[in-house]
């Protein structure tokens, strides 16, 4: 499923007013693709696929949590957003703990 440039702003300003990041990146990418067989000099299988990968990136204190989703629908879109959210917070918390590599 692929969206219009106006759902996908639209899907995007949902997420970046619901988000409590410091800030936020959303990145709404689709591919099709298609493929024919060919066996003993005639077509024997077709098919075709598409894909709509979001992603939400989310930055808290200087850290980043990015999370990716297949998945268009608005509940696994506001999961995303909350897990992307609490990686970055994870992130900003071990980077205040003095916690080596953060």
Same mark, same amino acid.
């Given at each position: 499923?692929?969206?219009?440039?106006?759902?996908?702003?639209?899907?995007?300003?949902?997420?970046?007013?619901?988000?409590?990041?410091?800030?936020?990146?959303?990145?709404?990418?689709?591919?099709?693709?298609?493929?024919?067989?060919?066996?003993?000099?005639?077509?024997?299988?077709?098919?075709?696929?598409?894909? &709509?990968?979001?992603?939400?990136?989310?930055?808290?204190?200087?850290?980043?949590?990015?999370?990716?989703?297949?998945?268009?629908?608005?509940?696994?879109?506001?999961?995303?957003?909350?897990?992307?959210?609490?990686?970055?917070?994870?992130?900003?918390?071990?980077?205040?703990?003095? &916690?080596?590599?953060?």
């Amino acid at each position: 499923m692929f969206f219009s440039a106006s759902e996908a702003r639209q899907i995007s300003d949902r997420l970046i007013d619901a988000s409590h990041a410091d800030s936020c990146t959303i990145s709404i990418e689709g591919a099709e693709d298609t493929h024919l067989r060919f066996a003993q000099n005639s077509a024997t299988t077709n098919g075709s696929h598409s894909l &709509v990968r979001t992603t939400i990136e989310s930055n808290i204190g200087g850290r980043a949590g990015s999370v990716t989703v297949t998945g268009s629908d608005e509940d696994q879109l506001k999961a995303a957003q909350v897990r992307s959210e609490a990686i970055a917070r994870l992130g900003a918390c071990l980077l205040n703990l003095g &916690v080596a590599g953060f």
